[in-house]
């Protein structure tokens, strides 16, 4: 069947031609704007194109332009169907034909297989050249315009990102007050410090403190996030053991692991692996590892964590899982804040999206880095790891100083 893709942004014009041609035996596309249409000519491969002139964004013009510069589309004729268009400069741009609105509902089917036949227009070469020119002078100006209006939105969004930013430490720094005294009451009162509890008030106060617990999680996340991306986070630098650090995040973590029924593997050296950094925000890192891992990994699964010394001054932490894995083009965008694979408030996995940008930017801050692969293959402790693997790449001896943004 014979192919006619229709580029228009007025419904009631593409509903008409629809009715036109579809009784002739035409199978008609429609596309709504220029971009669209070019695109579509490009997937559909039309027989015949039929273009509005007076078209928003791209013009009727422009994208005749566009299409003729197309190898494969430069033999498919293309009509311009328009009120406001000029005859001249629609074939000077490439045009075989030209139809003016309102089109003439009996002759429109019949005209449309003249050109198909082969049926093309002409305009004299001075007319052609003059319109060319023409052609070209508004669209420097129109493209002028594109590029000082695209120079203003991307402004604008600087602007909103640093106030995003700005709303993230702000509030961050507000919820963070307040936590503090309600950490200290709930701990006074589950010490018994403000006097006996009943069983019942023991239990709603081991609730509470477990909620306490993780909107303080939260809250601290935030304020690591929102640092990192501005800046002002400072790391306290001192001689530590990266073995002693991992052995912490992982005894602090096990608790989520045996909840879950996942196994934990470890596999640490015997001896230390003595470096120069921020042991307590490197211990974070490695516990948003666990974090990650422990989310996506199903239940019965298993989780190895690997620490090693990789290279004459450079350590390495994995952290590898059996889960299903990140799926194919998301991962560059694993690590921006707030990223999540899914995103909605559906979704199967809790979490506020920030921890892999937190573990990043600590290693960053370091002087290294966090990588991803997935699918892995990764052999821990004699197990097979085939879900995703996280590789926390640190220098034995980091920079003493502040971060400076993402990279």
């Not at 052609?135 to 990102?161: C, G, I, P, T």
């Not at 701990?187 to 909620?211: I, N, V």
């Not at 304020?223 to 005894?251: K, M, S």
């Amino acid at each position: 069947m014979t192919k006619i893709l229709h580029i228009e942004d007025d419904a009631s014009n593409r509903l008409l031609v629809q009715k036109l041609l579809k009784p002739a035996g035409f199978r008609v596309v429609d596309a709504v704007d220029g971009l669209e249409g070019i695109r579509m000519a490009r997937t559909e491969r039309p027989d015949l194109i039929l273009v509005d002139i007076a078209l928003p964004g791209l013009d009727g013009y422009e994208v005749t332009l566009r299409l003729r510069a197309e190898p494969e589309l430069r033999d498919v004729p293309i009509v311009a169907i328009t009120a406001e268009g000029n005859r001249d400069a629609s074939l000077a741009v490439g045009c075989d034909g030209f139809l003016q609105k309102p089109i003439d509902a009996r002759s429109f089917a019949s005209t449309i297989k003249s050109y198909l036949r082969g049926k093309r227009e002409q305009t004299s070469t001075e007319l052609t050249g003059e319109h060319l020119r023409l052609q070209s002078q508004r669209m420097a100006s129109h493209l002028e315009e594109k590029v000082q209006e695209l120079s203003r939105a991307n402004d604008r969004l600087v602007e909103l990102d640093a106030a995003r930013k700005e709303f993230y430490r702000n509030i961050s720094h507000e919820l963070a007050t307040p936590m503090t005294p309600i950490v200290g009451y709930v701990k006074l009162m589950s010490d018994r410090e403000l006097g006996p509890l009943t069983s019942d008030q023991d239990k709603a106060l081991r609730s509470m403190d477990e909620c306490v617990q993780r909107l303080r999680s939260i809250i601290d996340n935030l304020l690591d996030v929102t640092g990192i991306e501005t800046g002002r986070i400072r790391f306290a630098h001192r001689d530590y053991d990266l073995l002693e650090t991992t052995r912490r995040a992982i005894v602090r973590k096990r608790p989520l692991f045996e909840e879950r029924r996942i196994q934990l593997l470890v596999e640490l050296p015997r001896t230390p692996l003595k470096g120069f950094g921020d042991p307590d925000r490197i211990g974070r890192a490695i516990a948003q590892l666990l974090d990650n891992a422990v989310k996506f990994t199903p239940e019965g699964g298993a989780v190895g964590v690997r620490a090693s010394q990789t290279g004459r001054n450079q350590f390495e932490v994995c952290v590898a899982d059996t889960g299903p894995g990140v799926p194919p083009g998301t991962q560059e965008r694993l690590f921006d804040p707030f990223y999540q694979v899914d995103g909605s408030v559906t979704r199967a996995h809790g979490g506020t999206g920030v921890g892999l940008a937190i573990a990043q930017g600590i290693a960053r801050g370091h002087g290294g880095d966090l990588r991803v692969k997935s699918p892995s293959r990764e052999t821990i402790e004699g197990a097979n790891l085939q879900g995703s693997a996280f590789y926390l790449v640190l220098p034995d001896r980091a920079p003493n100083t502040l971060v400076q943004g993402r990279a």
